[in-house]
C-alpha cells in the first residue's frame, strides 16, 4: 500500500533560484515587471480583445497598451496582485521570503524589510500569498497509506470548547512512501480547521484529499489509515474500505513514536504559529495551516520554491481585505 515513490519527481518546468541569482535578478521595479509579463504571457502578450501580439508597455503603471485596438491590459489583472499600489519588487521579495524561510515570516518583520507603510497593506499581501499556497495544495491528492490524528490548537491554558478563547480542532494527514533503502518516509501533509474529530467530518475530509479516487488501473488511490485507535478512524475505514492500522496509546506520551509524522507535522505547525506569529486567530487558522503544509510538501524543491509560489500567485485569484475580514471560521 506504499507508492513507490512520491510521485512528484516528474522533470520540472520550474526554475532553479540560490539567493545571490534572486538579488542580481530582481534588483529593480523594471525587472520584476519584465520579468513577470514573461511569466504571464510565456509565449508572448495577446491582447484579450483583439488578438494581436503587439502592444506598447506603459512602465509608470505597469500596463499594456495593444496596437491592434488600443485596449489596455493591466499586467497584473486577474492574478493575486489585482490592483495593488505596491511595487512588484516588494511582492517579489515577500513570496521569496514566504517561499525560503522554513518558519515563515512576520509580518511586522516583512512591513519593516520592504518599507511597506502600514501594517495593514503587509498583512494584506501576505494573505493573498497564504491563499494562492492554499489554493494550489488543495490539488494535491494522497495516496498508499495515511497517517491520521487530530490536534487542538489555541492559547495555552485554554480548554477545548470553553468561552470565546476556545481551542480549535486540526484534522492532519500525512501520506508515507517507501524510499529505495524501504524506510518509510513522509509524502505530502494536509491539515485543516474541523468542527469535531467525528467520522462524517473526518470522511469529508479525506474526501477532499482523494479517499475513493481510483487510478487507471482501478486501484484506490488511497489505501490505508494508520491511527491511534479512536474509534471514528475505525468507522471511516470501515465506510470507506481502507485498511486500517491501529497503534496502541499507552502513554499519550509515545505518540510521537507511534506516529511519527502527524505529530512532526503538528508540533513544527504550532512552532510556527507560536514563535513567528505570535500567535493567530482561530478564524484565519486554516490559512496558516495552509502556509505551512505547502512548505513542507515542497521541501524537496528547495531553489524552485520561488518560481513555484509566484506561478502560484499569477494562477491564483486574488482574495479581498472584505473577504478576508468577514465573519467566518476558515478561509
Ligand atoms: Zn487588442
Redesign the pocket.
Known amino acids: 500500500m506504499y507508492p513507490l515513490s512520491r510521485g512528484a519527481l516528474m522533470p520540472s518546468k520550474y526554475t532553479e533560484l540560490s539567493l545571490l541569482e534572486f538579488q542580481r535578478e530582481f534588483s529593480t521595479e523594471e525587472a520584476c515587471a519584465d520579468h513577470f509579463r514573461k511569466i504571464r504571457w510565456p509565449d508572448g502578450f495577446k491582447?484579450p480583445?483583439?488578438g494581436?501580439g503587439e502592444a506598447w508597455f506603459i512602465r509608470t503603471r505597469n500596463i499594456l497598451d495593444?496596437k491592434?485596438?488600443r485596449?489596455k491590459v493591466s499586467l497584473t489583472a486577474g492574478t493575486v496582485f489585482h490592483k495593488t499600489r505596491t511595487p512588484l519588487i516588494k511582492w517579489y521579495w515577500l513570496i521569496y521570503h514566504m517561499a525560503m524561510d522554513k518558519v515563515g515570516v512576520s509580518i511586522a518583520e516583512m512591513q519593516r524589510l520592504l518599507e511597506i507603510r502600514d501594517y495593514k497593506t503587509a498583512w494584506m499581501m501576505a494573505h493573498k500569498v497564504r491563499k494562492a499556497m492554499a489554493d494550489r495544495d488543495a490539488q494535491y491528492s494522497l495516496a498508499g497509506l495515511v497517517e491520521l490524528d487530530d490536534s487542538f490548537f489555541g492559547p495555552k491554558g485554554t480548554t477545548r470548547g470553553r468561552g470565546s478563547e476556545r481551542k480549535t480542532t486540526v484534522l492532519c494527514a500525512v501520506s508515507l512512501y517507501r524510499d529505495r533503502y524501504g524506510e518509510e518516509k513522509p509524502g505530502f501533509a494536509h491539515m485543516q480547521v474541523v468542527d469535531d474529530a467525528s467520522a462524517e467530518t473526518i470522511e469529508v475530509f479525506l474526501e477532499r484529499l482523494g479517499c475513493g479516487v481510483t487510478t487507471q488501473q482501478g486501484k484506490q488511490l488511497l489505501q490505508a489509515i494508520r491511527s491511534d485507535g479512536w474509534r471514528s478512524y475505525g468507522r471511516v475505514a470501515a465506510n470507506k474500505g481502507l485498511l486500517h492500522y491501529k497503534v496502541v496509546l499507552r502513554d499519550p506520551k509515545a505518540a510521537g513514536k507511534l506516529l511519527p509524522w502527524v505529530h512532526r507535522v503538528i508540533s513544527n505547525t504550532k512552532a510556527v504559529i507560536r514563535g513567528t506569529h505570535r500567535g493567530v486567530s482561530e478564524k484565519h487558522l486554516q490559512s496558516y495551516l495552509s502556509e505551512v503544509c505547502y512548505r513542507f510538501n515542497r521541501r524537496f524543491w528547495e531553489k524552485e520554491l520561488f518560481d513555484r509560489l509566484l506561478q502560484a500567485t499569477i494562477s491564483a485569484e486574488t482574495i479581498t481585505y472584505a473577504e478576508l475580514t468577514k465573519p467566518e471560521k476558515c478561509l
Do not use: D, T
Open positions: 491582447c480583445k483583439c494581436s495593444c491592434g485596438c485596449a
